[in-house]
């Protein structure tokens, strides 16, 4: 059945859960863990970060089938944005801003000149 998804999705979709254990990983301790000592945010980030890459790296391995290492760095930055808003505004509580429309308009950019004549 995975053989039936095509590579770019699969790629996209693993990148895409990766950010998630990766941005609760890097982020997430700020709110739950405040009071915390650093070496436990720390500690409890690496085991976090465990998954992200037990995502992340078969997804680089997929991808790299089918993309050049720029096109996938810059799937991954779009996927990390994509997924970095909504948990920083829903989940820690910060305010929306023009700023990542801007940030987002760049990365179309980025996107446009890694993957043009593809």
Not at 13 to 18: M, Y
Not at 33 to 47: F, H, N
Not at 79 to 103: C, E, H, R, S
């Amino acid at each position: 059945m995975i053989n039936s998804i095509p590579l770019w999705m699969q790629t996209a979709g693993l990148l895409a859960l990766s950010n998630v254990f990766m941005t609760f990983a890097w982020y997430g301790h700020l709110k739950n863990l405040a009071s915390k000592p650093w070496w436990i945010a720390a500690l409890i980030s690496w085991g976090i970060a465990l998954f992200e890459y037990l995502l992340q790296v078969p997804a680089n391995r997929i991808g790299a089938e089918q993309f050049s290492l720029a096109q996938l760095k810059i799937m991954q930055e779009v996927i990390t944005l994509t997924v970095f808003v909504p948990f920083a505004v829903i989940y820690m509580n910060q305010p929306m801003k023009l700023d990542f429309l801007w940030a987002a308009l760049c990365l179309c950019g980025a996107v446009y000149f890694v993957f043009r004549g593809v």
